[in-house]
């Protein structure tokens, strides 16, 4: 009985910045990697970074230099801070435990 909440997501200005938090229940946290996904509507869901339990880091492309992923496990909670925010960075927000649970997603956009 896995569950991950997202929060944080909102309305922001390009150049603007957020940060995501996903807080896991039901699950021995520390030991799992934790990834971030997103979807733009049309578009197929998009992997954005993973961090590891020993807290190795990977990003997409299109986001390295401006998100960092990092997690508290005291907490049961990863976070994704986005920074210099893009319109192209518009988009639902997923949490996801490896391999297989998904929080319910958090809306991200990007507007002027």
């Known amino acids: 009985q896995v569950q991950l909440v997202e929060s944080g997501g909102g309305l922001v200005q390009p150049g603007g910045s957020l940060r995501l938090s996903c807080a896991a229940s039901?699950?021995?946290?520390?030991?799992?990697?934790m990834a971030w996904y997103r979807q733009a509507p049309g578009k197929q869901r998009e992997w954005v970074a993973t961090?590891?339990?020993?807290?190795?880091?990977f990003y997409v492309d299109s986001v390295k230099g401006r998100f960092t992923i990092s997690r508290d496990n005291a907490k049961n909670t990863v976070y994704l801070q986005m920074n210099s925010l893009k319109p192209e960075d518009t988009a639902v927000y997923y949490c996801n435990r490896k391999p297989d649970t998904w929080g319910q997603g958090t809306q991200v956009t990007v507007s002027s």
């Open positions: 039901g699950t021995i946290f520390s030991i799992y990697t």
């Open positions: 961090i590891t339990s020993t807290l190795t880091t």
